[in-house]
C-alpha cells in the first residue's frame, strides 16, 4: 500500500504563513511528478502548484510569487510555503503524486492525500 500523509494545516491570521508536508509512504520504486490542490465546498477541485522529480514548478498565477512548492526526495516529500495569505486561500488541501511501486513497475498510479484544512482569517 502507498500513503500520502499531510500536516501543517491550521487557522492563520491574513497576511501571515504556513508551511504544507505530504510525506509519501509505502512500496515506493519511484514518484515523478508532485502536486497540491485545493478545494472549496461546491466548487471543483484546482490546481495549486505542481513539481517535476528534476525540480521543474508551475504555480497557478493566484499564488505565484506568494506559494512555493518543492520537494526532498530523499525524503518522499513535498512541501508548500505558503507567505502572504489572504482569506481567499481558504480551503482544503490535498497532495497529489504519481507513483511506481515495487509490485507493479508496469504501472503508474495517481495517489491522493487525505486532505488538510487552511483557514486565513481577516
Known amino acids: 500500500q502507498v500513503q500520502l500523509v499531510e500536516s501543517g494545516g491550521g487557522l492563520v491570521q491574513a497576511g501571515g504563513s504556513l508551511r504544507l508536508s505530504c510525506a509519501a509512504s509505502?512500496?515506493?520504486?519511484?514518484?515523478?511528478?508532485m502536486a497540491w490542490y485545493r478545494q472549496v465546498p461546491g466548487n471543483q477541485r484546482q490546481l495549486v502548484a505542481g513539481?517535476?522529480?528534476?525540480?521543474?514548478?508551475n504555480h497557478a498565477d493566484s499564488v505565484k510569487g506568494r506559494f512555493t512548492i518543492s520537494r526532498d526526495n530523499a525524503k518522499n516529500t513535498v512541501y508548500l510555503q505558503m507567505n502572504s495569505l489572504k482569506p481567499e486561500a481558504t480551503a482544503v488541501y490535498y497532495c497529489?503524486?504519481?507513483?511506481?511501486?515495487?509490485?507493479?513497475?508496469?504501472?503508474?498510479?495517481?495517489?491522493w492525500g487525505q486532505g488538510t484544512q487552511v483557514t486565513v482569517s481577516s
Open positions: 513539481i517535476s522529480s528534476g525540480g521543474s514548478t
Open positions: 509505502g512500496s515506493i520504486f519511484s514518484i515523478t511528478r
Open positions: 497529489n503524486a504519481f507513483i511506481t511501486t515495487y509490485q507493479r513497475r508496469d504501472v503508474t498510479s495517481t495517489y
